[in-house]
Nanobody, 118 residues
């Protein structure tokens, strides 16, 4: 499975951006799709993830500002980022975990840079 991420770019503090990620094939197994980010000098961290059935969870730092959504028919996941802060500046990575044959299969998209200016 290949993941194609789009969106990102430059925003001002308080602005908004939207990230999207599309999987190259329809996933019929249980899966979780999400976004991680990695700022310079920091470890990669989970931003938000959404499960096949629609349940989601978020990092405390983005709760109330970011919204993740998915479209199972298209195997896409989007991340709407509002009220952006300079601390949100990072490379964002799309991730897909597929649970198949009693194993977890992990896929990553290419990173997309989000820069928030103060």
């Amino acid at each position: 499975v290949q993941l194609q991420a789009s969106g990102g770019g430059l925003a001002q503090t308080g602005g908004s951006l939207r990230l999207s990620c599309a999987a190259s094939e329809i996933i019929e197994d249980f899966y979780v799709m999400g976004w991680y980010r990695q700022a310079p000098g920091k470890q990669r961290e989970l931003v938000a993830r959404i499960y096949y059935g629609g349940a989601s969870n978020y990092a405390d730092s983005v709760k109330g500002r970011f919204t993740i959504s998915n479209d199972n028919s298209k195997n896409t996941v989007s991340l709407q980022m509002n009220s952006l802060k300079p601390d949100d500046t990072a490379v964002y990575y799309c991730n897909l975990k597929v649970y198949r044959d009693q194993s977890e299969h992990d896929y990553w998209g290419q990173g997309t840079l989000v820069t928030v200016s103060s």
